[in-house]
């Protein structure tokens, strides 16, 4: 057996290993480049050190370590690394084939259920994802009006806690939905009645849901203070998780649409004086944008790439909605809702800069204005000394179709370029590399 296998590597008929090239940290010098910091403008012909995980040096005149490796960047750019915040990623391979989605669980209040534990590593959309730009996402789960908690992964890891990109949880909340507000052309008085029933019995159930939270809150907080009054409430965990949002120290993501929805979401949340709190999706929110500025709530925004929300709206609504929400004063991030397109998320923000938004927001809306709004912007969001090593090498603007991305670090990890799609267009490129004479076309027939 020991010579069968030393013939078949040597042979290369086994040779994953020897050709497969792993991501790696270490010591990088990426010199000659220039560097769209984010934060502090452009650097132009600078360096860029990496050590372990973090970047150590930034600038036109940096000394570089001995024992670096260098990277020569001439008539390259380097960016931060773009962050989707708002993703199925690592949840979702297949949408179609069940055995492949693990995204959501049975029933409709299971907020103590978390995204991290079901992240899949190997996800083949993951390297598909990375090589785009994409370094980080937030992954989301789904089903339910309070499906549990999100979170913000790293594109490289072989488990999901290596992944993990720092304490960053966000309790999601499908905001009920409410009725057009008017009988529509053909439709039965008993549908808009119907449809508004359900709308009082979502938010009644929200309502009682966040009732007993608050209440199990505020029991708990009074044992904790002081164990000789009272006694402490039973665990339940439903109620355990939410209690951190009413605490002021979660994030709670609405999932909201529509302008009345939009509205209702405003005068809900601060009817329960939820300090942190980020509005998603919002396709409407241009309808609303002073609303929500008054309101101070961000937004993230997505995907740019829909059909209007109204027959009667400009085709060009989606694209601009960011621009008309970032003009209003919102705090603007973008997300591309995928789990298989995820790597269009440079494409989403480039259709948000050339529709009102701008090049530099829509980079700062990928970048470090997600960073802000998920409270990790000491560690990601721009180039700067101190910040974690997530940043790519292209040569040109990320969001042009035709730009390559050459070198990418997640992490501090030195990826390769290489995914799926990759080794498939190499694969195709010589379809007749090793046949002694090409096989003859055959013409169709008309």
Known sequence: MNILLSFLLTTGLISFQQQTVKPRQGSYAVT????????????????????GDRITAVGTNV??????????????SVYPGLIDSGTRLGLTEIGSVQETTDSNEIGDITPQMQALTAINPNSVLIPVTRVSGVTTVISEPSGGMLPGTATMI???GYTPEQMHAGDVRLLILEFPRKSSGGRR???AESDKDDSDARYKRAMEKLNEVWDRAELYEHIDAAYMADSNVGVRPEYAPEMAAIAPVIRGEMILMVKVNAEKDILAAIDWVASREIVEVVFSGVAEGWRVADKLADAGISCIVGPVFSMPTRQTDRYDRAYSNAGLLNDAGVKVAIRSGDAANVRNLPFNAGFAAAYGLGKEEALRAVTLTPAEIFGVADDYGSIEVG????FFIS???PFEPATQIVGLFIDGFNVPIDSQHIRLYKEFLNRDEGRIQSVEVIPAVN
């Not at 000394?63 to 390259?76: K, R, T």
């Open 387 to 390: 910040k974690k090593a997530n």
């Open 63 to 76: 000394d570089i370590p001995a024992d670096a490796e260098v990277i020569d960047g001439s008539g390259l």
């Open 154 to 156: 790293n594109l490289v």
């Open 185 to 187: 052309f053909g439709q």
């Open 395 to 397: 040569d040109g603007d």
């Open 32 to 51: 000659n480049v220039t560097i769209e910091t984010v934060s502090n403008g452009t650097i132009e012909n600078g360096t860029i050190v990496v050590r």
